[in-house]
T-cell receptor
Framework: QQQVKQSPQSLIVQKGGIPIINCAYE??????FPWYQQFPGKGPALLIA?????SEKKEGRFTISFNKSAKQFSLHIMDSQPGDSATYFC??????????FGTGTRLQVFP | NAGVTQTPKFQVLKTGQSMTLQCAQD?????MYWYRQDPGMGLRLIYY???????DKGEVPNGYNVSRLNKREFSLRLESAAPSQTSVYFC??????????FGPGTRLTVT
């Protein structure tokens, strides 16, 4: 089964905290792992993505950590801000241009 | 560039009615997708089109049909709407191996 399991379902942190969202997959053929950010009433938008040949990727305050042997990857948001409050989806893709999405994490960052 | 546009934004149908959701992109992408988003279930692929003139089933195609009218447009049709099809529908487009760009969504309620 081509699944991507995402946790937690929801997350509440204070401003400046470091929320961490985790995803796990089973299919070792997956070769592209993006994270999408979705604000209420909007479509998802690509936030950051990684390929399995690296273990970490940073873009601004957002970092993906990738553990190929454990088949897990996670999103860390450094110095989180109220404007980061959104739903975050991990996803995985292999060679077919189709993404398999996780079930989403609703993040709330309080001032 | 408008990116990916979807019409309508909102729709209420009665059980058994039919309707077509429209999607257009102006990024000259070959691939287009239809997803549905339900609480706690993430985004699930309904149908996708890898190029003009081709369409393939995704994870949840039952009850839907699609048409890739030309490179720009990809429509989703519900022939006989059911309450289980109450959802938010997103269209997306991409080139192979790079990010998918999502439209703003259509919120559909079937009573």
């Amino acid at each position: 089964q081509q699944q991507v399991k995402q946790s937690p379902q929801s997350l509440i942190v204070q401003k400046g905290g470091i929320p961490i969202i985790n995803c796990a997959y089973e299919n070792t053929a997956f070769d592209y792992f993006p994270w999408y950010q979705q604000f209420p009433g909007k479509g998802p938008a690509l936030l950051i993505a990684i390929r399995p040949d690296v273990s970490e990727k940073k873009e601004g305050r957002f970092t993906i950590s990738f553990n190929k042997s454990a088949k897990q990857f996670s999103l860390h948001i450094m110095d989180s801000q109220p404007g980061d409050s959104a739903t975050y989806f991990c996803a995985a893709e292999f060679n077919t241009d189709k993404l398999i999405f996780g079930t989403g994490t609703r993040l709330q960052v309080f001032p | 560039n408008a990116g990916v546009t979807q019409t309508p934004k909102f729709q209420v149908l009665k059980t058994g009615q039919s309707m077509t959701l429209q999607c257009a992109q102006d990024m000259n992408h070959n691939s287009m997708y239809w997803y549905r988003q339900d609480p706690g279930m993430g985004l699930r692929l309904i149908y996708y089109s890898a190029s003009e003139g081709t369409t393939d089933k995704g994870e949840v195609p039952n009850g839907y049909n699609v048409s890739r009218l030309n490179k720009r447009e990809f429509s989703l049709r519900l022939e006989s709407a059911a309450p289980s099809q109450t959802s938010v529908y997103f269209c997306a487009s991409s080139e192979v191996g790079v990010e998918q760009y999502f439209g703003p969504g259509t919120r559909l309620t079937v009573t």
